[in-house]
């Protein structure tokens, strides 16, 4: 039963981190149309926040068992708002969930 809470806040992390992400990188745009500077440094801290967020729910769940269905998700959701490293793991965790 521990493992599944494990698992639920693994997930919760990284989804978070996602939505963390997809919000700095709004935040960013916001600031570069607008011209606005705070807005412009929020938003990449944000997104710094965001991927080491990502990275560090990666490292607690790197031995689990990825779902093709979620990497293919998060492929697209990284190719929709630009974050190489959603597309990335999204493609690592639907080819290992794939198999050989």
């Given amino acids: 039963m521990s493992s599944n809470t494990t698992d639920e ?4 992390s990284m989804l978070h981190g996602h939505a963390a992400y997809v919000a700095g990188a709004a935040k960013e745009t916001i600031g570069n149309i607008s011209g606005s500077e705070p ?7 944000d997104k710094a ?24 998700v998060e492929e697209m959701v990284g190719k929709g708002v630009g974050c190489e490293g959603m ?12 198999g050989p």
């Fill in 87 to 98: 597309v990335e793991e999204g493609g690592a965790a639907k080819a290992e969930a794939m």
């Fill in 49 to 72: 926040a965001a991927v080491d967020e990502m990275r560090a729910a990666k490292e607690v769940s790197g031995s689990q068992t990825q779902n093709p269905t979620v990497g293919r």
């Fill in 39 to 45: 807005w412009q440094t929020a938003g990449q801290n």
């Fill in 9 to 12: 806040n693994s997930s919760a």
